[in-house]
């Protein structure tokens, strides 16, 4: 079952997210062999492969990363950069989980407000 899960960052900024941990029903979801994936778009309607959404991995690319900081303690950080959230809006994030099976699943979602700063 996902969290759901609401995100307020400041416009143009890096934002830095911590999962600490992250759960499934009553226990701590171990990613030791878990690839991890967020989605950030303009809303939930919007398809995951669509060109405008900002897939952010964990391998480092031009949106941010993921790092999984306790595999076994179900613990990770994401780093959104500034470029992903220009201006002040509402989006939609997800994170997904794949484990080594193939099976994909989302762990946590919500809207993601992006704040004027100035």
Do not use: C
């Not at 989006?91 to 193939?102: N, Q, V």
């Amino acid at each position: 079952m996902a969290t759901a899960a609401q995100l307020r960052l400041a416009e143009g900024k890096q934002a830095i997210v911590d999962f600490e941990p992250i759960w499934v029903g009553s226990s701590v979801y171990d990613l030791t062999s878990v690839t991890l994936t967020a989605y950030i778009k303009a809303s939930e309607a919007v398809p995951d492969s669509d060109p405008s959404v900002a897939v952010i991995t964990q391998t480092a690319g031009p949106n941010g990363i993921i790092t999984v900081t306790d595999a076994t303690g179900g613990e990770a950080t994401l780093t959104i950069n500034g470029s992903v959230i220009p201006v002040p809006a509402t989006l939609f994030w997800h994170l997904d989980a794949t484990d080594g099976s193939g099976a994909t699943g989302t762990i946590a979602y919500g809207p993601l407000y992006v704040e004027a700063t100035g």
